[in-house]
């Protein structure tokens, strides 16, 4: 029972890890960071991300255009495409790394202080690219709420709002962190059985056939 329940947690911590990766990589390539309505134009909704940024019209549709120069950006938006660059790779690499510390891989399988190794090596770079979304989600966020509020800027001009992208970074991050964390409850839980599957079978055999050898030397 106790071995089902791991198994089960370290799955499901995989499967959530995976949802907050694909997730966080979404986050990182919409132009939805922030949104901006036009008070004179109704008609007329502009969205900026890390890349570009776009404007829907009701005639002509979605526009969009890419940022001239990295160094020109905002630094929230510049250190915003380094983490989130770092979290997809740190990520991927906790996921790949966690595949093979599961379980139910029989690979390695004999080997269980190292695939509890590779669980908790996996759980730390799965919470360190949660960490990596929700640092500049939060940041731009942040700056987005200072800039609305900001008594300096004449209230006629249009003030940015959070987009769509921000609400998904956060989802992102919460999943991969509480992946990692359910990994690491996983690997410190108490490990499997050593032989299990073919390996148990294969031992069984050679144990019957050790039996059939005593008898058959007791007989003679």
């Keep these: ?129 949660g960490v990596t979304v929700l640092a500049p989600v939060s940041w731009v966020a942040h700056m987005t709420v200072q800039e609305f509020w900001d008594e300096t800027i004449p209230e006629i001009v249009p003030r940015w709002e959070f987009g769509e992208a921000l609400f998904l970074g956060w989802f992102a991050g919460f999943c991969l962190v509480l992946g990692g964390c359910l990994l690491h409850c996983a690997a410190c839980s108490r490990p499997a059985p050593p032989a299990s599957g073919r390996y148990a079978v294969a031992q069984l055999q050679d144990y019957c056939q050790q039996l059939e050898l005593k008898h058959t030397n007791a007989e003679t």
């Design 1 to 129: 029972m106790a071995l089902i329940f791991r198994t089960a947690m370290q799955c499901a911590a995989l499967l959530l890890s995976l949802l907050g990766w694909v997730l966080s990589c979404l986050t990182n390539y919409l132009p939805h960071w922030k949104n901006l309505n036009l008070d004179l134009n109704e008609m007329e909704n502009w969205t900026m991300g890390l890349w570009k940024t776009c404007v829907i019209q009701e005639e002509v549709g979605r526009q969009c255009k890419d940022f001239d120069s990295f160094l020109a950006l905002p630094s929230e938006l510049r250190i915003s495409r380094i983490l989130m660059f770092l979290s997809n790779g740190l990520g991927l690499l906790g996921l790949l790394v966690s595949g093979f510390g599961l379980d139910c891989l029989r690979l390695g399988e004999t080997q269980q202080g190292l695939k509890k190794q590779l669980l908790i090596l996996g759980g730390v770079l799965l919470w360190t690219s």
